[in-house]
């Protein structure tokens, strides 16, 4: 259905008419509360809310006011896609009450804040390309790819409370790392990195003991944003066996702020890959569940140019959403409202659409040579990351805008 | 300090005068409020507070009324030192307001909850008996220690909205595991085990960035608990690689209901064992940071007599929690008020006193005989393992009482 609003936006914005995202945002000092986006503007709920134009939803008028989304999106989709089609009628009607309202902010005047509580932090592993390129250069050429990798969405447990919005500084982690000739050291870390992610946030609580099915788990599917999981490479290595990634991890990640929902990205579901072995019956899923959502990653030094370092598409995934939440349920394990399932990094099949600088500059065999004429191996203090996400079809345009963050140094 | 309550306290009670833990009740289908417990009552804390004997801490009076002890965990060791101490002087001094007060209810009466709301869940694996076991059986006995072990408290992310309070009843878990000989398969976990272990709760939020040194940690550590740390080790064997355990763990772990702070465990600091090699700088400490507290694993088969597979001591710790949370923050990860830590399994250098069923029978080698002569490899249906954690020293008895669940068949 093509939508036009009465409002001007941008040709090329992230935040068209077919998106109306969800976020949390302040203005001038004041207290976080829910939005939307159109075009370079963010929209207030609460002050939409005031015009009537959701009275027949009956929603608690505190929601508009909390500091995150958490409550919100509790309400269920049949409410929430409710204000998000309602928001869309009333952005094309002319005769809405929210034109000429107060209830729009530029987007440069207002602070972006996390979008949810996240209760657990689970990421996945599900790039087949990034899962191979780690493994032929943490482990075992022949064997890059570990025997269960084809048979389920390989995860683990993230750190929760160290997840930010974009914008937030991120500083160099000080930890212990393996020299290859001597005992291990303590100090900064010298292999700082990026992981190109997205992450999808659960909408639905689920009860311990309970399955989703990868049918189900549409339901239990909110939406998604931009994350980068920053990532110590030398801490990673020598911590890492064999219980998982820890403090490689856990010294921050980093979210964009606009929650874009599944019902905005389906007009942009693809086929996924095909996978071979077949999984088993629990894994086994209908439908279009990848999605074909333009990925960047630029590198940027401190008072320098943007250069793009990593040009992919989250449609690489091996393993979809809905089999990543299906899995992580099988065994009765819990979901609540809020959490965030991440992705992995993305990488595509060529070092142009590899999504880490580990991958990018080969464990820094192969350095990258940036505008300035300066080379990069890891990520320098100052460096400047921003993966920006969209996707576009039939000139529709729905995207995630940014998540970026800047590596300070180590204290 | 010898002191005297003019309460019938038993001689044998784990809730003597001196220890006077925090909880988490409810009673005749009310809301869950604060408790503290003595002998075999608890005491409500919203009654004593009433009395008025806390009215020079001016503390908010919803801090009594709250269904977790997070808040009250945040007004600081400052504060809630005092509220103990009050409690020890008043349950002493014959002339209280509380003696014929109605604060008091048998703890048979009332239902306890999760104590706190657990933001992060962290495992270590901090027994050097437990990983070698483990080492041996899962990888190769000639290496069954990492190289890092010795080096840094290894430790993994865990599932935080899968902890129950003790009495909750335990799905075992369906997965994915691999036969030796064949395909991965779907079904009930056939390797379902128990993890003697004891967490300790974050009593104080650190920021982004900062580190907290092992001298800082007393601060930030409230207290502990029992905890069983349930685990598949069919489904755990099969996923773990590289990223850690996931599923094979967040079917569910319990949490003993009383928090013991660690004012009340300080009279039971031990010497640690020598660490050799030697610690990296962040790693040293000085004083008493090993706590002797003795640990019981029983198994009750379905209507059969309860038997104690494992006499065991929290004392046997290669790294203590000072050190574990020195670790989990060099990299400036910030910690939560009602975060776990939990010590990974606990298991001594002799069989009798081994933490998992996983090392009690060998990986089913060595099945045990029950009382009523059947036998176990690992956990059945409706078998109930219980945890008992106490000190005892001079006559003076400080416990946690236990952490109970039973197991039910598979959905």
């Given at each position: 259905m093509i939508m036009h609003s009465w409002k001007d936006i941008p040709n090329n914005s992230d935040f068209s008419i077919y998106n109306i995202p969800f976020g949390v945002f302040s203005i001038s000092g004041g207290s976080p509360r829910l939005a939307s986006a159109i075009g370079d503007e963010i929209i207030d709920l609460k002050g939409v809310a005031a015009t009537g134009i959701f009275d027949s939803l009956d929603i608690n008028s505190r929601i508009w006011d909390a500091d995150t989304l958490n409550p919100f999106i509790s309400l269920g989709k049949s409410v929430t896609n409710k204000v998000r089609t309602l928001l869309q009628e009333h952005m094309c009607d002319p005769s809405s009450p929210l034109k000429g309202s107060n209830c729009f902010h530029p987007m440069s005047d207002v602070s972006m804040h996390m979008p949810v509580f996240v209760g657990d932090y689970t990421d996945f592993y599900s790039s087949i390309e990034h899962a191979t390129n780690v493994g032929i250069m943490f482990r075992d050429p022949a064997n890059a790819l570990m025997p269960n990798w084809k048979h389920l969405p390989v995860g683990y447990h993230g750190r929760a409370s160290s997840i930010v919005v974009s914008g937030t500084n991120i500083t160099r982690p000080n930890g212990q790392t393996k020299p290859n000739d001597g005992p291990p050291i303590y100090g900064p870390s010298q292999r700082m990195d990026f992981e190109l992610e997205m992450a999808f946030i659960i909408g639905k609580e689920s009860n311990l003991g309970d399955q989703i099915s990868t049918k189900q788990a549409d339901d239990y599917i909110f939406g998604m944003v931009l994350f980068n999981d920053w990532s110590a490479r030398d801490i990673q290595k020598w911590e890492y066996v064999p219980l998982?990634?820890?403090?490689?991890?856990?010294?921050?990640?980093?979210?964009?702020?606009?929650?874009?929902?599944?019902?905005?990205?389906?007009?942009f579901a693809v086929e996924g890959p095909i996978q071979d072995p077949e999984v088993l019956p629990y894994l086994t899923y209908s439908g279009l569940k990848n999605y074909d959502i333009n990925l960047t990653v630029s590198l940027t030094p401190k008072d320098g140019q943007a250069n793009v370092i990593s040009t992919s598409n989250f449609k690489y995934m091996y393993w979809n959403m809905n089999q990543q939440l299906a899995h992580h349920t099988v065994n009765g394990c819990n979901v609540k409202v809020g959490d965030f399932m991440a992705s992995g990094t993305i990488s595509g099949k060529t070092p142009e659409s590899y999504g880490s600088m580990l991958e990018i500059a080969w464990s820094g065999q192969k350095p990258i040579t940036l505008k300035d004429g300066s080379q990069r191996k890891f990520i320098n203090n100052y460096d400047t990351v921003t993966i920006n996400g969209w996707c576009e079809k039939n000139s529709i345009r729905v995207g995630f805008g940014e998540v970026s963050g800047t590596i300070l140094p180590a204290k």
């Open positions: 998982g990634p820890f403090l490689g991890k856990s010294f921050g990640s980093t979210a964009s702020p606009w929650i874009v929902t599944m019902e905005a990205l389906s007009p």
